[in-house]
């Protein structure tokens, strides 16, 4: 039996190259699609995201009940004060304040020392006649300060 032996060429040691030209051009062109894909989508949010003026729709928000909760935990509805503390007298207040019905939106406005207890007190007087919509309001850091 005879043995095939192979030979390989070793030709010329050239180095290979790699071509960059054509990886800069992909690169600009995903570069390229990325900016103007992602200006659009900028664009179309803000395009479904502006007001209208229209006076029907604007009837249609739910009416505000303001509760103001003072430092020392007394209670103004609608800058009308409450005459008790206690939950029953809260919400009797609420349930007479709230001419939206189930859909008024409660806005506590506490001060920033009043008792936890108070705005506890509020939010159960709210749920107890049925006003589950309950934000509460702040001032930003730079109104503070002046």
Do not use: C, W
Request: net charge neutral; hydrophobic share 45%; no cysteine.
């Amino acid at each position: 039996m005879t043995r095939g032996r192979m030979q390989f060429r070793h030709g010329g040691r050239d180095e290979p190259e790699i071509n960059l030209i054509p990886f800069i051009d992909v690169l600009l062109v995903i570069l390229i699609f990325l900016m103007l894909s992602t200006t659009y989508s900028k664009f179309t949010e803000m395009q479904l995201r502006l007001p209208t003026a229209d006076v029907d729709s604007q009837r249609d928000y739910p009416k505000e009940v303001i509760v103001a909760v003072s430092a020392d935990g007394r209670y103004s509805i609608n800058k009308k004060p409450v005459a008790d503390r206690n939950v029953d007298t809260v919400a009797a207040a609420l349930g007479a304040a709230a001419t939206g019905g189930k859909d008024s939106v409660v806005i506590i406005s506490a001060d920033a020392s009043s008792p936890h207890q108070a705005v506890i007190t509020v939010m159960e007087a709210a749920r107890r006649v049925g006003l589950v919509q309950i934000t509460f309001a702040a001032q930003s850091t730079a109104q503070a300060g002046h």
